[in-house]
């Protein structure tokens, strides 16, 4: 346990960086001059380096091992803070984004295959639990400590990411700790070792459908809610992003400890609801520039992320063979890149054109509704395991 342990903690640290420049977007538009849809670029691009890295990563990890396509990663995301640090101009914000895609690629997929791969067979529930929580805990922290360094005014462009490089070292100590005690296993694991998956190509589908419309909504927070809450909120619109931010990632993280029990797809249907509903919530909140409604909204889309997260996670490792675990988890990750981060570009263009609540109105009209659709399949489709379980 302690193996699959450090290596949670490795990717809570490397999570940390992924939307590390989301409170600063505000002070790139005022001191680069920056559209709302050239910042969209800026957060979209990265999906245009991740998403190959990622299933190119996956099949590599499993073919090769996950240590060597890790350091990969973590060699990609330190030279990414280093180039944010050092940004004097809109090229720079580009060239970062798409290291920072290149590292966060490389490292997801596989470092939850080799928390898979190290975990005890009897709490095959444990790598799940804890890459989704430790994902959602890095995504939260990052821009907390950013937007914190933002209101104090100290050095906000530069020391998040001169900070972060530090992290990225210690995440490194922690897998070679971490495969050290576990006697080489940072490479594939045969059967005896790892939860045998049996081969379920539907589910994985309906999985990975409910991932993108997860990461549609979950992503676009994640990176432009300080930026959303702008023009609603003022001058006090980055603290009370920061504060969302923090809300979606605690909430995701604390919901799925205490559910930790919980069968992988009662999760994902659950958090499929949950999230929803929140991000329903939110552009009501938003209409009415009701902060409070804003905060528990934006808990709600937390808690369903992780658990549409958590549940996927689980679920993947069910349903695909050991030989393609590293594969499946990194295209479901891949797809949800892809909604978060890509569709993100196109919510820009819309915002530019009709206003940023009728962007809102729209994605969530779209997002929401597949989400609710996905998520319920899922339930009806593991209706009878559920049955059986919960009985228990």
Known sequence: MRETLFVCLAL??????????????????????????????????????????MLAAGRLADRYGRLSVLWA?????LLGDLVFAAASSFGWLIAGRLLQGLGIGA???????LASDLADPRRHDAAPLGAAVASMVGLGAGPLGAGLLVQA????????????????????????????RGSGASRTAGPAQQVVGHDRPAM???????????????????SLLPTILSP???????????????????????????AYR??????LGLGGLTEALGFGLLVVALALNAVPLIVIATGLCGLGLTGVQRGGFGLLIECTPPSHKAWAISLFLACGYFAGNVLVLAFGVVADAAGLLMALRLHAAVFASLLLVLSGAVLARSRPRLATEVSR
Not at 20 to 31: D, E
């Open 73 to 77: 990663g973590l060699a990609a995301l």
């Open 153 to 180: 005014g100290i050095a906000p462009m530069v020391l998040p990411f001169v900070f972060h490089a530090g992290l990225l070292l210690v995440a490194g100590g922690l897998l070679r700790l971490a495969v050290a």
């Open 204 to 222: 994985r589908r309906l999985v990975i459908g409910a991932g993108v419309a997860a990461w549609a909504i979950g992503g676009l927070l994640l």
């Open 262 to 267: 919980w069968p992988s797809a009662l999760a």
């Open 107 to 113: 490292f997801f997929g596989p470092s939850t295959a």
């Open 12 to 53: 809570l640290l490397v999570m940390a960086g992924n939307h590390l420049v989301s409170p600063l977007y505000p002070l790139y538009q005022i001191r680069f001059g920056l559209t709302t849809s050239a910042i969209t670029l800026v957060a979209s691009v990265f999906g245009l380096a991740l998403i190959p890295t």
């Open 232 to 258: 609603a909120l003022g001058r006090t619109s980055s603290l009370i992003g920061v504060i969302a931010l923090f809300t979606l990632t605690a909430a995701g993280a604390a919901g799925q400890v205490a």
